[in-house]
């Protein structure tokens, strides 16, 4: 027999704008290094987190993404050092175990940080290969971590449980007698997604999660992920390069470049009617899977070295709509028609002529995420 668990989440009913807040990141400032040579990899950035979310981060690599999350949890490696901000984690007393209230994670000594980490945000990085230890089972990893946080558990509920958590992402109990070099790439970031969730966290941090994997395999963990987060109802912080993968799966999307973010809309506004025209850029540098066909057009150049920014917007020696304004006066985050839209652009403030690329009209407020593509869930394939 299972020993009892805490109740089960329901999904939000609400729509995720009305949901509340669960994590809220604001005016996060974060350097590497010190003084003269410090390096400002975040500046200013305000995140929130509703509960039931499915937030996009985007942005080329090397714009902040992963520093603005691994700030946010408390896990950022040195030289890295938060500068200013405040991070809040809403939590919810689902267990007995489980943190209360609001907890301030910049201010969190390292025993409060224990019980929020991975039983309340846990976090799936890029190589599961590498968080896996080589040298024990899947199910000694699990066992490990059930000990620890499931004092309650016997032997045998541990091992149901694991094999339950297993069974969620699609791999057989079977596997929990295997080493992570007998697993293919994805069983190891199927088993990492498992064991994210096996204490049922109430925000999962994904940093670039399926970037190691091929396409098809790839796109089969995504659909089970938010297969189990509508099921669990847990919000999540998806961090990719790849905006076309957000545009299917976020309910909203931050775009950051150089450190800011410069674009937040819901992902159907961002999708069909980008802003800001770095976003415009990163949408165009894949073929579209729905609508018409139109030409692939990249950005030119490549992300700035944070040492030395351009003047201005930082985006200016890049930007094929860049003004003399653009080179001056650094633009801010500012809001725009339709709920939760904010983009730092001045081609969206005072006068200027807005292209019409930029000057689409909103989707219906009903579009929700544009269509998945990926082959049926009940024809997957375990890879
Ligand atoms: N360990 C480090 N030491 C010094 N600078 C770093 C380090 N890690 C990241 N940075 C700086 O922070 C910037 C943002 O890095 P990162 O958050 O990893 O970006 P992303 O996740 O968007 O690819 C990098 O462009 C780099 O300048
Ligand atoms: S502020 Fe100017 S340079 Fe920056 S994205 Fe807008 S138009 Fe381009
Ligand atoms: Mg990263």
Redesign the pocket.
């Known amino acids: 027999m299972m020993a009892p668990e805490a109740p089960a989440r329901t999904p939000s009913a609400k729509p995720a704008q009305l949901a509340e807040p669960v994590l809220e990141i604001r005016g996060l400032c974060v350097d590497y290094g010190y003084g003269a040579d410090a390096v400002s990899a975040v500046v200013d950035c305000d995140l929130v987190l509703r509960r039931g979310e499915v937030m996009g981060l985007a942005g080329e690599s090397g714009s902040g993404k992963s520093t603005l999350a691994m700030a946010a949890i408390r896990l950022l490696r040195s030289p890295g050092v938060i500068t200013a901000g405040e991070v809040l984690f809403h939590s919810r007393p689902f267990s007995e175990e489980g943190p209360r209230g609001t907890i301030d994670m910049l201010a969190a000594n390292d025993s409060v940080l224990r019980t929020v980490r991975w039983s309340e945000i846990s976090v799936v990085l890029q190589s599961a290969l590498n968080a896996l230890n080589p040298v024990i089972t899947i199910g000694a990893q699990f066992d490990d971590l059930l000990r620890v946080h499931r004092p309650s558990f016997s032997n045998r509920d541990r091992w149901n449980r694991s094999a339950e958590l297993l069974d969620m992402v699609g791999m057989t109990a079977d596997r929990l007698r295997s080493y992570p070099h007998e697993l293919s790439g994805g069983m190891c970031q199927r088993a990492m997604i498992a064991m994210a969730l096996a204490l049922e966290p109430q925000v999962i941090l994904l940093d670039e999660p399926t970037t190691a994997l091929d396409v098809v395999t790839q796109r089969e963990i995504l659909e089970e992920l938010m297969g189990l987060r509508d099921q669990l109802g847990f919000a999540a912080l998806f961090i990719t390069h790849d905006l076309s993968l957000l545009v299917e799966l976020a309910d909203e999307i931050a775009v950051m470049y150089a450190g800011r973010v410069?674009e937040r809309a819901p992902a159907a506004s961002l999708f069909h009617a980008p802003r800001?025209?770095?976003t415009y850029g990163l949408l165009n540098c894949f073929p579209p899977m729905h609508g018409p066909r139109r030409p692939m057009e990249g950005i030119p150049g490549s992300p700035p070295d944070l040492r030395v920014l351009p003047t201005?917007?930082a985006?200016?020696p890049r930007?094929r709509?860049?003004?003399e304004?653009?080179r001056q006066e650094r633009?801010v985050l500012r809001p725009l028609g339709g709920p939760n839209r904010e983009v730092?652009?001045?081609?969206h403030a005072g006068d200027a002529t807005i292209p019409r690329e930029l000057a689409h009209p909103e989707p219906p407020a009903a579009a929700g995420r544009p269509a998945a593509t990926g082959p049926a869930r009940a024809a997957r394939a375990r890879r």
């Not at 730092?344 to 081609?347: F, H, T």
């Open positions: 410069m800001l025209p770095y201005g917007c985006f200016h930007c709509w860049a003004m304004r653009c633009p730092a652009c001045w081609l």
